[in-house]
């Protein structure tokens, strides 16, 4: 963190705010206090501007283009792309504006690997992101650079006509928190994809790409480009010259993660999920929750009676419409039942904010009260069934034959946390 500019007055100004990282990373980056400012409609954006109440402003939706009249001053990247989202108010009390997407796709395309040089590039959506999107990948040399809307000329109807795009962008919300599990578009249909961009970062991962990670495509969300326009923007905000090293740029994208990535807990019933759970969302600062509680609460029964009453099916549906729920959520500790990864479906309900870490134990020291599945069948046989979805389903794996303190230190450690 950079030091001695705690007189500057920062901040992120935009309609709805209530999920944003920007405090977070900010914070990161420099003392200098960062609020946000919510702001109904676009007579209170230029009151707040006249006003000069602030020294800088990072701008996010809907007021990119709004704020573009109170400028004295727009920098190149900002004309071309025809968006704002970052200001600096100079000593004269005028007001410069920058784009710091630029930097920030730019940089999300390189770490991403991404050859854009002479491929044809579908960008979905028209709006101030897209534009970011088509004027780096222009620069960066692509051969084509088509815009997929809902209603002009590249449509969703006729998508199809395009089956041959090397890369495709989504810079849609669609498939955005709250709206888990949407997808602008059918990757199968394109069967020379060498790259597949999300600028969505919550959830961590969207639809879109899970599934290019099925078809092996190279895919990245938009959390790099969050990161790296915001370092950008520090830069900016600073106004002394001072600049920082990309390495930044990875840091902040690791401390988001650590802030808000849910930590996803899977493994035989008894092996210790919820007192391992419970500690390890002390270490981190998450709340915890037990998806079995969750579930009795939601359903208002306990889980044998609907196992007795309903059977195992009924069972395992009420299980993924809680975790449907509780997934779709930020920086939780998930203690799950130890059937979950019965159902395939929970495999992207569990992974799409979450890392899963998989508890082992020694059969022979698993309790098996209150149980109604290991009750009635041998642990050895469930242990059987479940070993490679347990191995599917995790990212890591670790040991509770040990004192729960030690397994999380171990987890601690596996994870950089």
Not at 130 to 153: E, F, H, K, N
Not at 345 to 351: A, G, P, Q, V
Request: with cysteine; glycine share 8%; net charge neutral.
């Amino acid at each position: 963190m950079i030091t001695g500019y705690k007189s500057l007055s920062c901040g992120l100004l935009g309609q709805h705010l209530g999920h944003s990282y920007s405090v977070q990373i900010h914070r990161a980056l420099a003392d200098y206090p960062y609020r946000l400012i919510e702001l109904e409609d676009e007579n209170a954006v230029g009151a707040f501007l006249e006003s000069r109440n602030f020294d800088a402003l990072n701008v996010t939706i809907p007021y990119k283009r709004t704020v573009l009249p109170y400028l004295t001053r727009i920098s190149e990247e900002a004309r071309r792309i025809g968006a704002v989202n970052t200001i600096r108010k100079e000593k004269n009390g005028e007001l410069s504006g920058y784009n710091t997407d630029y930097y920030g796709f730019s940089y999300l395309v390189r770490r991403t690997g991404l050859q854009i040089r002479g491929a044809k590039v579908l960008i979905l959506g028209s709006g101030g992101a897209s534009l970011t999107a088509q004027t780096v990948c222009r620069d960066m040399g692509a051969s084509r650079v088509l815009v997929i809307s809902r209603s002009g000329p590249d449509n969703y109807q006729t998508i199809s006509r395009h089956a041959d795009a090397d890369v495709i962008i989504n810079a849609t919300p669609v498939g955005m928190y709250p709206s888990n599990g949407d997808i602008p578009v059918d990757l199968s249909l394109f069967p020379n994809l060498c790259g597949v961009l999300d600028m969505i970062y919550n959830p961590f991962r969207t639809k879109l790409l899970f599934e290019a990670e099925k078809h092996s495509i190279p895919c990245s969300n938009g959390l790099p480009m969050l990161a790296a326009q915001a370092k950008q923007a520090c830069e900016i905000f600073l106004s002394d010259g001072t600049a920082l090293p990309d390495e930044v740029n990875e840091d902040i994208i690791r401390q988001v993660d650590n802030m808000t990535r849910n930590l996803i807990l899977i493994g035989m019933p008894g092996c210790g999920k919820t007192t391992v759970g419970k500690r390890l969302a002390e270490a981190t600062g998450r709340t915890f929750v037990d998806a079995d509680l969750e579930l009795e609460k939601t359903f208002g029964r306990s889980i044998p009676s609907i196992f007795q009453t309903d059977g195992k099916d009924a069972f395992r549906r009420m299980e993924t419409e809680v975790l449907r729920d509780l997934c779709k959520r930020s920086a939780l500790v998930i203690a799950t039942g130890g059937g979950a990864v019965e159902t395939p479906e929970n495999y992207e309900l569990l992974r799409q904010n979450g890392k899963v870490i998989w508890l082992t134990r020694d059969l022979s020291a698993l309790p098996l009260d209150g149980r109604p599945i290991s009750q009635s069948t041998p642990v050895e046989e469930i242990f059987r069934r479940r070993k490679s979805l347990y191995e599917f389903f995790s990212d890591y794996t670790v040991s509770n034959d040990c004192p729960p303190e030690r397994t999380v230190q171990t987890i601690l450690e596996d994870l950089r946390i």
